[in-house]
């Protein structure tokens, strides 16, 4: 089995809608991630996702990874089809024409960890159910709002079906690992930083820390 190193954008240029708390920090310029796909089209195994559901996905997102004949998978929000600054039922349609995989973000974009029943019902499984009738396939990818999950989280996420999870945890994957890590880009991250912590790798002491932290994650 063989390592992939998922790489995760947000919001590209300038927002058209008001952004959460924190948010900010994970809307690059179209300069720097017209440089990052440069750079990791080089790389031996990588996979490319965003999160969100932002109207910047379709509009500066999907010709740019056209232009370099890349593909990538869109984790979209159900509640916010058609809301300005998102992508609209027909966007995620020309996307998912366009070869792109479409995966589950959620209802709300609200945390999955801790999530009461209703709430649990609500985000994993009738947000799902929404996207799937939008995309006329199953979806059954999902990626973590605010990469936060635990145990029990993905113990429902497993009956439910999901073939595979995303996270936000800075680190390598293995490709056929059913958890999947991802290093989301933020306006501070530069194109060498990048290579440095994500192709290059960190040492031995700091890359056992960040397992640990996955593997706490996990059993919590």
Not at 171 to 192: F, G, K, M, N
Request: proline residues 4%; contains cysteine; charged residues 30%.
């Amino acid at each position: 089995m063989s390592d992939v190193i998922n790489i995760c954008f947000h919001g590209i240029g300038t927002p058209q809608r008001d952004l959460e708390l924190g948010e900010d920090r994970y809307w690059i310029s179209v300069e720097l991630f017209h440089a990052v796909l440069d750079e990791i089209r080089t790389w031996p195994s990588v996979r490319i996702s965003f999160d969100d559901g932002n109207a910047s996905d379709l509009e500066i997102g999907l010709p740019a990874l056209l232009e370099r004949g890349l593909t990538a998978e869109f984790y979209v929000l159900s509640s916010r089809f058609g809301k300005g600054g998102s992508l609209s039922e027909e966007d995620v349609r020309k996307l998912h024409g366009a070869g792109m995989t479409i995966g589950t973000h959620g209802m709300r974009h609200r945390p999955w960890r801790g999530m009461d029943a209703e709430t649990s019902r609500d985000e994993l499984e009738t947000a799902r159910r929404q996207i799937e009738e939008v995309v006329g396939v199953p979806v059954d990818q999902a990626a973590c709002p605010l990469g936060r999950y635990d145990r029990r989280l993905l113990s429902r996420m497993r009956k439910l079906g999901y073939r595979r999870v995303f996270t936000s945890d800075r680190r390598r994957a293995r490709s056929e690992d059913w958890l999947q890590p991802r290093y989301s880009l933020r306006r501070e991250d530069t194109v060498d930083g990048l290579r440095a912590e994500a192709l290059v790798g960190p040492g031995a002491l700091t890359r056992l820390k960040l397992e640990a932290v996955g593997v706490v994650k996990r059993i919590r």
